[in-house]
């Protein structure tokens, strides 16, 4: 194990994850969590969220202590998600936890009553930054309709990142924490989140 990160607020505040060593897994730090659950406050009770790279579970696992109806997390490493798995039979309402060992680009390739599966209202996109696969969950959520009508999209990347395209997409909040770029975004044919 390489360290621990913690839910910060909801239900299972303050219970901790195992960030184990594996290569590529770069958790979603306090801070940036925090800055990104309060762009959303409000908009997660009741809703179904979709963790995309879930690693250890931390932004998916969070929608859930936040009250979210439903989480899935997809995740390609067994070994991360056996650990998901058991935080889902363990902890209490982890019912509303399912996780998917799959290879993301496969998943998106389908659409959700083909992996039977309903649209999302919150999607995560976090995948290691090295594999410039922002642009191509961007494209497959879309094309494949993975997103509810008032869905919202978080995509997280390195700071210098602009390589994906966004042009069908309305950027609703554009932040830089250090290393990391944090966008949240909407289909442009969908009217702005209330500021």
Request: charged share 20%; hydrophobic share 40%.
């Amino acid at each position: 194990m390489t360290g621990k990160v913690r839910i910060i607020s909801g239900n299972w505040r303050g219970r901790k994850l195992d960030v184990p060593n594996v290569p590529g897994l770069r958790p979603t730090g306090d801070r940036l969590r925090e800055t990104l659950f309060n762009w959303l406050q409000g908009r997660i009770a009741g809703r179904r969220c979709l963790d995309l790279f879930a690693g250890t579970g931390a932004l998916g696992l969070e929608a859930a202590s936040r009250g979210a109806q439903s989480v899935t997390l997809v995740e390609i490493n067994p070994q991360l998600c056996g650990a998901l798995s058991e935080i889902g039979r363990h902890w209490p309402d982890g019912n509303r936890v399912q996780v998917v060992n799959q290879d993301v680009s496969h998943f998106l390739a389908q659409t959700p009553v083909e992996q039977g599966l309903q649209a999302f209202d919150c999607v995560f996109v976090d995948p290691p930054f090295d594999a410039g696969l922002q642009g191509l969950c961007l494209r497959l959520l879309q094309q494949n309709e993975w997103l509810n009508r008032q869905a919202w999209v978080y995509v997280e990347s390195a700071a210098g990142d602009n390589h994906f395209e966004l042009n069908r997409w309305q950027i609703q909040r554009d932040k830089r924490i250090g290393e990391v770029r944090m966008l949240l975004l909407e289909p442009a044919a969908l009217a702005p989140l209330d500021r």
